[in-house]
C-alpha cells in the first residue's frame, strides 16, 4: 500500500513547515530510516527520515514550497507497487493541500526537484507551453517579480535555475536605475569603461525572514525599556585569570552563570505575561545569541541556575559548535526565559537589544576596555564594560529592573555570596 510522507510537527509552536532540500528523486529505492529530505521551521532544520522502504513515486511540492503540517509531501511505492501508477495521482493529492499549493507557483508542486514530471524519470525539456524551471527559481522569480519570459536558462536543456533569476534580478535593477545622458556643450571626455556597480536584491526568506518576523512582533507586542549600565569588572577579569588556569571559559559564560543566579533572587525577570496574569517560571533557561552567516539563533542552557560555571562553559561550547554546523535540535533552542547577546567580541561598546518574544528581559554585552576610572577615591587603571539591559515594561519596573543588574555585576564580579 502507499505511503504518504508528511510534513512533521516537531513543536507545538510549528504549524507549517519549508521544504529546503530533497535527497532522492522521484523514481529511486529508499530504505526505513533513510535521509529523504530537509525541512526548515521557524528556529532550526531538519532532515526527515524516510517512514517506509520502496520507490519514491512522487514529490507533492517543489523544493521551497511551505507545507502545513501533517500535509502530504511525497509519495513512497511499497514492494509489488507501480510507482508511475502512483506518481498519476500526485497532481490530485497535492491539490488536497491549498495552503502549500499557493505558496509553490504555476503548480510546481506535482514536480520533483530537477522541476520534471516525477513519472517521466530523467530530466527531460519542459512540455510544449512550459518552459523548464526548477520550482525553487519558480518562486524566487515571484518573489523578486522576474518576468520568466525574458530569462535565459542556463541549466541542462536550457532549464531556468536560481542563478539565473537573481541574475535577471539584478540586472531589472540596474536598468531601472540608470540615469539618462545630458549634451554638455564641452569637449567630450574619454568613455568611461570601467564596469558599473549593480544593485543586489536578496530575497527576505528563511532564517531572515523568520528573524524579522518576531523581531518586529517582539517591538509591536511589548512595551520595551533599555537601562544602561557602565560597570567596573576588574575584579571578574582577575576571577578569569585565576579560574582559567584550571578550566577554559569565557566571560559569556560568566554572565550566564550570573545572569541565572540573579534570576533566582529577582524571580518577576524570570517571568512572561501571558493575557492578564504574570507567570512566574519555575525554571531558569538562559538563551545565548548565536551569530551564523544567514542569520541569528539562540541555543538555551537549560536550568542554568544549577550548573556550575565548568558546566555552563561545556554546554555553551556544545550549543554554539552544532549552532555553526547546523545541528541543533529543536529542545536546544526551546524553553528560553532570558537571554544574553554578547557584541563586545565584535567591538561594541553599547546597544539596543530587542526582546525575545515571551520573555521578559534580554541583556546586551559590550566590550570590556581599560580605561582611568575613580576606584576608592583616586584614579586608577580599570576594566570596565557596559551592560544594556531590555524589559518589558509591562511586567516589570525600572527600579527592580535595576536592582537585579546590580546583583547581575556583583555575582559576575565576585560569584554568589
Same mark, same amino acid.
Given at each position: 500500500?502507499?505511503?504518504?510522507?508528511?510534513?512533521?510537527?516537531?513543536?507545538?509552536?510549528? !504549524?507549517?513547515?519549508?521544504?529546503?532540500?530533497?535527497?532522492?528523486?522521484? @523514481?529511486?529505492?529508499?530504505?526505513? @530510516?533513510?535521509?529523504?529530505?530537509?525541512?526548515?521551521?521557524?528556529?532550526?532544520?531538519y532532515v526527515v527520515e524516510a517512514p517506509a522502504a520502496g520507490?519514491?513515486?512522487?514529490?507533492?511540492?517543489?523544493?521551497?514550497?511551505?507545507?502545513?503540517?501533517?500535509?502530504?509531501?511525497?509519495?513512497?511505492?511499497?514492494? @509489488?507497487?507501480?510507482?508511475?501508477?502512483?506518481?498519476?495521482?500526485?497532481?490530485?493529492?497535492?491539490?488536497?493541500?491549498?495552503?502549500?499549493?499557493a505558496t509553490d507557483n504555476h503548480n510546481a508542486s506535482a514536480h520533483d526537484a530537477a522541476g520534471n514530471d516525477p513519472s517521466a524519470g530523467a530530466s527531460?525539456?519542459?512540455?510544449?507551453?512550459?518552459?523548464?524551471i526548477s520550482p525553487v527559481a519558480r518562486k524566487l522569480a515571484a518573489e523578486l517579480k522576474v518576468d520568466l519570459d525574458r530569462v535565459t536558462g542556463t541549466g541542462p536543456g536550457g532549464r531556468i535555475t536560481r542563478e539565473d533569476i537573481e541574475h535577471a534580478a539584478h540586472a531589472s535593477a540596474a536598468s531601472a536605475t540608470g540615469a539618462p545622458s545630458v549634451a554638455i556643450a564641452v569637449a567630450a571626455a574619454p568613455p568611461d569603461t570601467s564596469p558599473k556597480p549593480q544593485m543586489r536584491?536578496?530575497?527576505?526568506?528563511?532564517? %531572515?525572514?523568520?528573524?524579522?518576523?518576531?523581531? !518586529?512582533?517582539?517591538?509591536?507586542?511589548?512595551?520595551?525599556?533599555?537601562?544602561?549600565?557602565?560597570?567596573?569588572?576588574?575584579?571578574?577579569?582577575?576571577?578569569?585569570?585565576?579560574?582559567?588556569?584550571?578550566?577554559?571559559?569565557?566571560?559569556t559564560d560568566l554572565l550566564i552563570h550570573a545572569v541565572a543566579r540573579a534570576l533566582v533572587r529577582h524571580p518577576r525577570m524570570n517571568s512572561r505575561l501571558?493575557?492578564?496574569?504574570?507567570?512566574?517560571?519555575?525554571?531558569?533557561?538562559?538563551?545565548?545569541?548565536?551569530?551564523?552567516?544567514?542569520?541569528?539563533?539562540?541555543?538555551?542552557?537549560? !536550568?542554568?541556575?544549577?550548573?556550575?560555571?565548568?558546566?555552563?562553559?561545556?554546554?555553551? %561550547?556544545?550549543?554554539?559548535?552544532?549552532?555553526?554546523?547546523?545541528?541543533?535540535?529543536?529542545?536546544?533552542?526551546?524553553? @528560553?526565559?532570558?537571554?544574553?547577546?554578547?557584541?563586545?567580541?565584535?567591538?561594541?561598546?553599547?546597544?539596543?537589544p530587542i526582546l525575545n518574544t515571551g520573555e521578559t528581559g534580554i541583556l546586551g554585552v559590550g566590550r570590556i576596555v581599560e580605561k582611568p576610572a575613580v576606584y576608592r577615591g583616586e584614579i586608577a587603571r580599570r576594566s570596565m564594560i557596559t551592560l544594556s539591559l531590555t524589559f518589558d515594561h509591562r511586567v516589570i519596573d525600572g527600579a527592580p529592573a535595576a536592582i537585579f543588574m546590580q546583583s547581575v555585576i556583583d555575582i559576575f564580579n565576585y560569584g554568589e555570596r
Open positions: 500500500m502507499a505511503v504518504e510522507v508528511t510534513m512533521p510537527k516537531f513543536g507545538l509552536t510549528m !504549524h507549517e513547515g519549508t521544504l529546503q532540500r530533497f535527497f532522492k528523486a522521484a @523514481g529511486e529505492t529508499v530504505a526505513l @530510516g533513510e535521509p529523504l529530505y530537509e525541512v526548515e521551521t521557524e528556529k532550526v532544520l520507490t519514491l513515486a512522487a514529490w507533492l511540492h517543489g523544493e521551497g514550497a511551505i507545507v502545513e503540517c501533517g500535509r502530504a509531501v511525497a509519495l513512497i511505492a511499497e514492494a @509489488g507497487e507501480d510507482a508511475a501508477a502512483l506518481a498519476a495521482t500526485a497532481p490530485a493529492i497535492a491539490a488536497a493541500s491549498p495552503h502549500a499549493a527531460t525539456p519542459a512540455a510544449a507551453g512550459r518552459r523548464a536584491t536578496l530575497a527576505m526568506r528563511g532564517m %531572515r525572514r523568520t528573524i524579522a518576523t518576531r523581531m !518586529h512582533q517582539s517591538l509591536r507586542d511589548t512595551a520595551q525599556l533599555t537601562i544602561t549600565f557602565e560597570a567596573d569588572v576588574t575584579a571578574a577579569t582577575e576571577l578569569r585569570a585565576r579560574l582559567v588556569r584550571e578550566f577554559d571559559f569565557t566571560y501571558a493575557e492578564e496574569v504574570i507567570l512566574m517560571l519555575p525554571e531558569v533557561n538562559v538563551g545565548m545569541a548565536v551569530a551564523l552567516d544567514e542569520g541569528l539563533i539562540v541555543p538555551v542552557i537549560a !536550568h542554568a541556575d544549577r550548573r556550575t560555571l565548568r558546566e555552563i562553559a561545556a554546554a555553551t %561550547r556544545d550549543l554554539g559548535e552544532r549552532a555553526r554546523t547546523g545541528q541543533l535540535k529543536l529542545d536546544d533552542v526551546s524553553g @528560553g526565559t532570558f537571554t544574553i547577546t554578547n557584541l563586545g567580541t565584535f567591538g561594541v561598546d553599547a546597544f539596543t
